[in-house]
């Protein structure tokens, strides 16, 4: 099967879980970095009409938006399978990959974790206090939600990881960076503990920042 192909950043959690994907399904891949400062050039929105990343090349296929790469990849790359193969759970693993979207990112990690870690790595900003007291009460709702949906399980939909898993832990692993963990996270072990879990993965391991930057000045 030919190259896959992944145009993203070093840094973006939506990056990280596409890699971390690929490398769940000992897939062949390449980074093709989107330097800051480029995600408006024409090269890009011509592959991403929205100037965003990630996006996936494959055969001359170009797949944007998270969920529907990470789909994608589950089916051509059916075993190991990270989607549940009962309807019930795939579901909850649909609606999970939606919180992720629409709750725990939107307002929440892109105004905390920008303004604990991206930004001040990437532009050297100072972070905003009051933007992070003004999110915080919608990431709580979120942590509670998340930790409600765990439950007891090792993973969000089960015994064994799913797309879920895979997009989530990149965007709470970013919380556990942050001062704020102490009011997100702490409070729910098994949120804690699931994270340590994904983590030890050797996926996970393999796409941190510093290894996708170092992907990035090897392309």
Not at 52 to 72: N, S
């Amino acid at each position: 099967m030919s190259e896959f192909i992944v145009h993203s950043i070093p840094g973006s959690p939506y990056g990280r879980a596409v890699l971390a994907t690929l490398e769940e399904k000992g897939a062949d891949y390449r980074l093709a970095p989107v330097a800051p400062g480029t995600f408006r050039a024409p090269a890009h929105l011509a592959r991403h009409p929205f100037g965003r990343v990630p996006v996936l090349e494959h055969d001359g296929f170009l797949v944007y938006e998270t969920q529907a790469i990470l789909r994608y990849l589950d089916r051509i790359l059916p075993s190991p399978a990270f989607t549940a193969a009962d309807p019930k759970a795939a579901a909850k693993m649909d609606q999970l990959m939606g919180v992720n979207d629409w709750y725990l990112f939107q307002g929440v990690s892109s105004v905390i974790t920008f303004q604990r870690v991206v930004g001040p790595r990437l532009m050297g900003l100072t972070p905003d206090e009051a933007a992070i007291a003004e999110a915080l009460p919608r990431a709580v709702t979120v942590f509670d939600e998340l930790a409600r949906q765990l439950g007891d399980g090792p993973f969000f939909v089960g015994e064994t990881p799913t797309l879920a898993d895979l997009m989530l832990a990149p965007q709470v692993e970013f919380f556990s960076l942050t001062p704020e963990w102490e009011t997100l996270g702490s409070p729910h072990p098994n949120i804690v503990a699931w994270l340590a879990r994904m983590e030890t993965r050797p996926s996970l391991q393999a796409t941190t920042w510093d290894k996708v930057a170092e992907m990035a000045s090897a392309a």
